[in-house]
Structures are given as C-alpha cells and as structure tokens.
C-alpha cells in the first residue's frame, strides 16, 4: 500500500496518475469498492479522509475496519488531505473527526510501502 498525504487541491491524484503511470486504475471517492469487485485494477482511494468521515458519520468503526480493506487491497494507493492543520475546529465532533484521521493515517503510514506528501504537485518522500 502507498500513502499519499497533502493539502486541499495539491493536486495528489494527478501526481499519483503520473508517477505510478497506473493500468485500468480505478479511483474512487471518498470510498472502497466490494472485497473481490476488481480483479486486476489497481485502487486508487482518493479523500480518504471523506471515508473516514462518512464512516464516523454512519456510526461506524473506521479504525477497525480499515485493517479488513488493506487486506483485501493491499497494493492500493491511498490519498487523504492533511485535515489536522490550521484552525482547531469550535465543534467537538469536527475535532474528534480530524483526531481520528491523524490516528488512522499514523496506522496507514505505519504499515505503507511508500509514504509522499505533495505539495503544489510535487511529491516529498517521506517513507
């Protein structure tokens, strides 16, 4: 699994698109597909952090569940926008979502192969 993290309109999935010069990706967003649902397409998840909010949202256990998807999509490409910069949020549910996406991506970081951050459309290995 490949981790790409940056700011809002960085432009991620494009350097994704660009980089990795992917074959029959499939790019969701903010979402993941059916375990077995596409044989032979690389995964592209893009806004993560939209996922993990809709799970939260849902009352679901994103943390829990993330470890199942991996499974299932190992060689997927994960992007998420770094949520936890800037103003603290005055909502304690904004706070708690942006919390949970820092925990989860410290996770993912954890267990990637690789590891960007993009900034203006350029990537920075971290990992």
């Known amino acids: 699994m490949k981790l790409v993290i940056g ?3 960085q432009g991620k999935l494009e350097y994704v698109f660009s980089k ?3 074959q029959e990706p499939v790019a969701l967003d ?3 597909p059916e375990p ?5 397409k690389q995964l592209v998840v893009n806004h993560f ?15 829990e569940e993330i470890s199942g ?12 926008d770094e949520v936890g910069n800037g ?14 996406v820092g925990r989860i991506l410290i996770l993912l970081a954890q267990r990637a ?12 290995k971290i990992k």
């Open 30 to 32: 903010g979402a993941w």
């Open 49 to 63: 952090h939209q996922w993990v909010k809709s799970r939260i949202s849902e009352g679901g256990c994103p943390e």
């Open 113 to 124: 192969e690789e590891v960007e951050r993009v900034i203006c459309g350029i990537g920075q």
């Open 69 to 80: 998807l991996l499974d299932a999509y190992g060689d997927c490409i994960i992007i998420c």
């Open 7 to 9: 700011g809002y309109a």
């Open 20 to 22: 990795y010069k992917l």
């Open 36 to 40: 077995g649902s596409l044989q032979g």
């Open 87 to 100: 103003i603290v949020p005055a909502g304690s549910a904004e706070r708690e979502y942006r919390e949970r």
